[in-house]
């Protein structure tokens, strides 16, 4: 049963995403959630890829959604089980190549505690 209630999340993670609406998609995680990105790796070395807890969650998102106003993402395909959702999709930018990504969305007790992104 949480499988369903898991893919929902991750549907919602999408829709908040794409819509920019970023409080909706802080609603998604619990306040001590972790964050694993290459971008994060690249973009603030100093993290080593990691950000912990809503505030840096909030502030690295509000910065991509600055940066990239078009960002959009085109789901492919949602797995999903009782504690995590592999979620597929191409992330869209303007005068950007497509990239196809794959992200590993863990839910305990209805939010997202830890959240992994990989490029491919």
């Known amino acids: 049963m949480n499988s369903l209630k898991n893919k929902q999340i991750a549907v919602d993670w999408i829709h908040a995403f794409n819509s ?10 619990h306040n001590s959630a972790q964050h694993y ?16 807890g809503k505030n840096e969650l909030r502030n690295w998102w509000q910065n991509a959604f ?19 959702v592999f979620i597929e999709y191409i992330r869209q930018v303007s ?3 497509d990239m196809n990504v794959g992200e590993v ?8 505690v830890h959240s992994r992104v990989y490029h491919g």
């Not at 600055?66 to 960002?71: A, H, K, V």
């Open 20 to 29: 920019k609406k970023l409080e909706d998609l802080l609603n998604l995680y």
């Open 37 to 52: 990105s290459p971008k994060l790796k690249l973009r603030k070395p100093e993290s080593n890829g990691l950000i912990k």
């Open 66 to 84: 600055e940066r990239l106003p078009d960002l959009h993402y085109k789901l492919v395909k949602l797995t999903s089980d009782d504690e995590q």
């Open 95 to 97: 005068d950007e190549e």
């Open 105 to 112: 969305l863990e839910i305990k007790n209805g939010l997202i």
